[in-house]
Structures are given as structure tokens and as C-alpha cells.
């Protein structure tokens, strides 16, 4: 089973922030918090991971609490091409799992113009 | 562009046929995963290889055949599938099975069994 959990749904104004939030309160120390996307029909995009502090890239931000036990996924400016399933991944302590990345149902997000 | 190929995109087959999906990935890469996502329901992991050798096999029924002849190239064997196996498969890989490094993924393969 997935170790996070993710609100089903959220909208988006176009050009306005996106903020999705994620909580993974059973979390290890060192597991790793990973963000990735899906558009309908294609495979999963990376976005961004981390483990304790914050992280940015070219498109996304990722802000971790202090206890770990929550992160916020930030696009700055969403557009209409940011519409995806998001998915927050816990990705799992090494032993039979493998550290492999166990999808859970994500958030739909909506940028509506 | 992820650096990992996926062909056919579509596959349609019949439940007596055998075929097989091709996945290439050019990254360097030494591990590759086969996912699968059926309608509605979450990516679930079918298998693992990590420099050629499986390492996990997620109870898999036995109609599906991986094969990782080297750390490039991954292939499933289908053969007597069941309408119920229709579905996208996605290959994946990443640098080795450490938890930090990143895991990308193909555009799948989408397969329909009539």
C-alpha cells in the first residue's frame, strides 16, 4: 500500500501557483519523498524528490516540514499543459521492496483558463 | 523525451497469440523495472532487474515472460493472455536500485486482449 496521502482533486487558476499537498507521517528517515506526474495516456513524468530539505528545479518546488511527516509539491505559474494526475511517492526502505516506488491513487489537478 | 522506448505503443492480440513488448533505454542505466496500470487503478510493479539479474518478481502469473538479455534492453513475453491483462505496460529504469536515484519512465505500451 501507499505511505502518502493525497486530496483526489484540486483546481488551478492558469498563472496562479499550484500547491499540492502530500502527508506521509509514518515515514522512515531515510526515505525519500518523490513527485512525479501523468498526463492521460502517457508514462509517468519526474518531477523533483528529496529527503530532508527543500528542493527546486526547473519546474517544481518541494517543501518538506521539519518533522517530515508532510511536503508541498509548488508549480509557480501553472499552465494548461501542467493538467496531470500528480503522484507524492514514499519511496520505500531497502529489503524485499527494493526501494521501488509504489504508486497510490495521486491528485488530479485542474488548470482551468 | 526520457531516454527510455517502449515499442509497439499498441498491441492488439488475441488470447492464443504470443507477442512481446521491447523497452530500450539510453541512459547507462543498469536497473529496469516493468510496471503495469490497468483502468482506474493505481501503477502496480511487476518486475525488477538490476544488471541483467531479476530481483523481484511481484507474484507475476506466469503468461507474462520478462527477459533482460542485457543492462539496455528489457522485454515481455505475453503469451495466452487473459482479456483482463489489457492495459498500459510501462518500463522503467534508473542508475541502480538506490533509493535517491531517480526512476524514468517510457510512454508505455498500450495492450488490448480480444
Not at chain 1, 56 to 61: G, K, L, Q
Not at chain 2, 45 to 50: I, K, S, T
Request: proline share 5%.
Amino acid at each position: 500500500d501507499a505511505k502518502t496521502t493525497q486530496p483526489p482533486s484540486m483546481d488551478c487558476a492558469e498563472g496562479r501557483a499550484a500547491n499540492l499537498p502530500c502527508n506521509h507521517s509514518t515515514i522512515s528517515g531515510n526515505e525519500y519523498v518523490y513527485w512525479y506526474r501523468q498526463i492521460h495516456s502517457q508514462g509517468p513524468q519526474y518531477i523533483i524528490h528529496g529527503l530532508k530539505n527543500n528542493e527546486t528545479n526547473e519546474m517544481a518546488s518541494l517543501i518538506i516540514t521539519e518533522d517530515r511527516k508532510s511536503s508541498t509539491l509548488i508549480l509557480p505559474h501553472a499552465t494548461l499543459r501542467d493538467t496531470a494526475v500528480y503522484y507524492c511517492i514514499v519511496r520505500v526502505a531497502a529489503g524485499g521492496s527494493q526501494g521501488n516506488l509504489i504508486f497510490g491513487k495521486g491528485t488530479k489537478l485542474s488548470v482551468k483558463p | 523525451e526520457t531516454g527510455v522506448t517502449q515499442t509497439p505503443r499498441h498491441l492488439v492480440m488475441g488470447m492464443t497469440n504470443k507477442k512481446s513488448l521491447k523497452c530500450e533505454q539510453h541512459l547507462g542505466h543498469n536497473a529496469m523495472y516493468w510496471y503495469k496500470q490497468s483502468a482506474k487503478k493505481p501503477l502496480e510493479l511487476m518486475f525488477v532487474y538490476n544488471f541483467k539479474e531479476q530481483t523481484e518478481n511481484n507474484s507475476v502469473p506466469s503468461r507474462f515472460s520478462p527477459e533482460c538479455p542485457n543492462s539496455s534492453h528489457l522485454f515481455l513475453h505475453l503469451h495466452t493472455l487473459q482479456p483482463e491483462d489489457s492495459a498500459l505496460y510501462l518500463c522503467a529504469s534508473s542508475q541502480d536500485l538506490q533509493r535517491g536515484n531517480t526512476i524514468y519512465f517510457g510512454e508505455g505500451s498500450w495492450l488490448t486482449v480480444v
